[in-house]
């Protein structure tokens, strides 16, 4: 068993181009199975200039989109550098912050 905690804690890279996208901010839960359904991450500066987007805003990272959970990454797979529709709907992958 893992803490939230210690998942914050981890960079997440993306296995796609190996770039750091950050750490974990937040976690979408199911709450009818108790399931994590995807892990959030906090954007500012890098990761939004690659989406091409500069308001602050969140990348929601599918669970399925988990490669490995290591000592100190999270892997993750983005295809396409962050193509949304390859994922899930885009209007659920990237959010404004509110």
Same mark, same amino acid.
Do not use: H
């Given at each position: 068993?893992?803490?939230?905690s210690e998942l914050s804690s981890k960079d997440i890279v =993306?296995?796609?181009n190996g770039?750091?996208?950050g750490h974990l901010n937040d976690l979408d839960i199911n709450l009818e199975t108790g399931k994590i359904e995807a892990i959030i991450i906090a954007s500012s500066g890098?990761?939004?200039?690659?989406?091409g987007q500069r308001d602050h805003q969140e990348v929601i990272i599918?669970?399925? =989109?988990?490669l490995k959970i290591g000592?100190?990454?999270i892997l993750v797979e983005l295809p396409?550098?962050? =193509?949304?529709?390859?994922l899930q709907e885009p209007s659920t992958m990237v959010r404004k912050k509110s």
């Open positions: 068993m893992i803490k939230i =993306n296995m796609e770039k750091r996208l890098k990761v939004m200039q690659l989406l599918p669970w399925k =989109n988990i000592s100190d990454v396409d550098r962050y =193509n949304v529709a390859k």
